[in-house]
């Protein structure tokens, strides 16, 4: 299998779709700890990467929600994504420590949360616990929400605005 393929073997497009559920399946059955984060991660940057291999290190399968172009649109603007869904899942997926990248339409990943049943949910330190989506799920079934500081002058915000001047 070509390196490329791969990669691409790591991205699912819907979190519906069977061969994500016999994902999940065989990640339960191997008893596996799924950790989850999810974002729209358009400009991949130092924080981006800091914050997700924090995150990863949580548990043995890491899933990363990416937000499709259509929920990125709604949520940042007419003028984003930068990078269309397809290019930052491949970008996401090309990372070593992510195990997979699952896209969802949603505004938030609410109905992929309820889905993946992760043992763990990372989020920025930006949110507290009670205002992270799917945390009354994950701590339900008695798994854990975790919040990772982010890495000080690294945001898409402020590259899109260094490009701009």
């Known amino acids: ?22 994902t999940l399946a065989f990640l339960n059955f191997k008893n596996q700890k799924i950790v989850f984060t ?47 869904e397809d290019s930052r899942a491949l970008i996401l997926a090309s990372l070593h420590f992510v195990s997979a990248v699952v896209l969802f339409s949603e505004e938030t990943p ?12 990372v989020k920025g330190s930006d949110y507290t616990i009670e205002n992270i989506v799917g945390s009354d799920i994950v701590i339900a079934k008695g798994g854990e929400v975790k919040t990772i500081d982010f890495v000080e002058g690294f945001s898409t915000t402020s590259i899109l605005s260094k490009i701009q001047k």
């Open 1 to 22: 299998m070509e390196k490329i393929e791969i990669i691409r073997a790591k991205i699912f497009k819907d979190y519906s779709a069977p061969e994500f559920s016999r």
């Open 38 to 84: 999810n974002g729209c991660f358009d400009i991949l940057h130092r924080g981006h990467i800091e914050y997700l291999a924090k995150a990863s290190e949580f548990g043995d399968f890491f899933i990363i929600g990416l937000n499709t172009d259509t929920s990125v649109n709604k949520l940042k603007g007419n003028n984003r994504p930068i990078q269309d």
């Open 110 to 121: 609410f109905n992929l949360i309820k889905t993946i049943q992760p043992d763990v949910i």
